[in-house]
């Protein structure tokens, strides 16, 4: 397995599907904008709303798996990592993942308490194309 050709796949995609549990034990999945910082394929960081319940869900519960794919005319590719989600929400790390775009969502700007990130550490993961799956660990 090609990690190296995961990671440049991951790069392309636009959009992911974050899964976290519910207070029932449900899957809840959400689709999220690209990870703004990746390193490898064992930490992802997105930005969300403290004040969202997928915040309240990772503190109740950090287990998570995070789904890319890309759907081309007649070829399917997907990669599904399983791991755990930290809610950080330290100056330093808010800072790392800050883009200037985001005081449209965040009208106090970085320092707004209602924004946080998502840090997302895999430890393995499934490769799915050409009706292939192939498993990997990280």
């Known amino acids: ?3 190296r050709k995961i990671e440049k796949f991951i790069d392309r ?3 992911c599907f974050l899964c ?3 207070n029932e034990n449900y899957p809840s ?7 703004r ?3 490898n394929l064992k930490e992802f960081y997105f930005s969300t709303n403290t004040s969202s319940a997928k915040v309240q869900q990772y503190l109740a519960n ?22 755990t989600v930290e809610v950080l929400t330290d100056q330093e790390t808010k800072d790392m ?6 005081k449209i969502f ?5 320092t707004d308490p209602d924004y946080c990130v998502l840090k997302f550490t895999a430890m393995s993961g499934k490769y799915y194309c050409d009706l292939r799956t192939e498993s990997f660990e990280i």
């Open 62 to 83: 950090p287990c998570a798996s995070v789904y890319f794919y890309h759907k081309g005319l007649i070829k399917y590719v997907g990669v599904m990592l399983k791991g």
């Open 106 to 110: 965040y009208k106090k700007g970085v």
């Open 97 to 102: 993942v800050w883009q200037t775009g985001d």
């Open 37 to 39: 910082k990746r390193l």
């Open 29 to 35: 999945v959400r689709a999220m904008l690209k990870p």
């Open 20 to 22: 976290s549990i519910d």
């Open 1 to 3: 397995m090609d990690l």
């Open 13 to 15: 995609q636009k959009v």
